[in-house]
């Protein structure tokens, strides 16, 4: 079965300084989601990679999927507080389509 | 829009018992999911249903049974709870599966003692 690997497991940033968090698959992406999930909340879609290669921004928090490396990273420019939180890559399974596979999230918190 | 909404919040149990957490979406959404939480985990999927009268067994499905009588409705029902249950339990819905996004409720967090 596919497994999602995301690092670091938890980081502290100060406001104003950027991030990155990796999430590393043991096999082949047919694609990437990344969710956020606010402390005692449920989780928000936040964007979805279909393609090596592909990139896609929203707002400051920019995406990427290397296929080649079986990696994707998710990048905060200028980090506020409202990024705080717990974010999760999900990839699905290429003979089961219908489930989700998630990593084990990465807990940021952001020092104002 | 409601969206999707869950029931309880928040339920402690004891070993043995059994009971039903309650899912419902307002969306018309086709494909409904039942996750778990655990602590360094993220999420494992329980069961899910492409459409009313199909449900699936997911990663860790044992311990759990689901039905999708309706569109709207997917309730998840523990059996003989145990220690190993205690969780917090998330339900999602989207248009036609999840590679496209999934809307999460707010979760139930469940305690079995």
């Known amino acids: 079965s596919q497994e999602l690997e995301q690092s670091p497991q938890s980081l502290i940033v100060q406001e104003g300084k950027n991030l990155t968090i990796n999430c590393t698959s043991s096999k082949t992406l047919y694609g990437l989601y990344w969710y956020k999930q606010k402390y005692g909340e449920g989780l928000i879609f936040l964007m979805m990679l279909q393609k090596g290669g592909e990139e896609k921004s929203h707002e400051k928090i920019t995406a990427k999927l290397d296929e080649k490396k079986q990696q994707s990273s998710l990048h905060i420019t200028a980090s506020q507080p409202s990024h705080a939180g717990i974010y999760l890559c999900g990839a699905p399974s290429r003979t089961a389509g219908n489930k989700l596979t998630f990593g084990g999230g990465t807990r940021v918190l952001v020092k104002p | 829009n409601a969206g999707v909404t869950q029931t309880p919040k928040f339920q402690v149990l004891k070993t043995g018992q059994s009971m039903t957490l309650q899912c419902a979406q307002d969306m018309n959404h086709e494909y409904m999911s039942w996750y778990r939480q655990d602590p360094g985990m993220g999420l494992r999927l329980i069961h899910y249903?492409?459409?009313?009268?199909?449900?699936d067994q997911g990663e860790v499905p044992n311990g759990y049974n689901v039905s999708r009588s309706t569109t709207e409705d997917f309730p998840l029902r523990l059996l003989s709870a145990a220690p190993s249950q205690t969780s917090v339990y998330f339900c999602?819905?989207?248009?036609?599966?999840?590679?496209?996004?999934?809307?999460f409720g707010p979760g139930t967090r469940l305690t079995v003692t």
């Open positions: 249903s492409v459409g009313a009268g199909i449900t």
């Open positions: 999602a819905s989207s248009y036609s599966g999840p590679t496209y996004e999934q809307y």
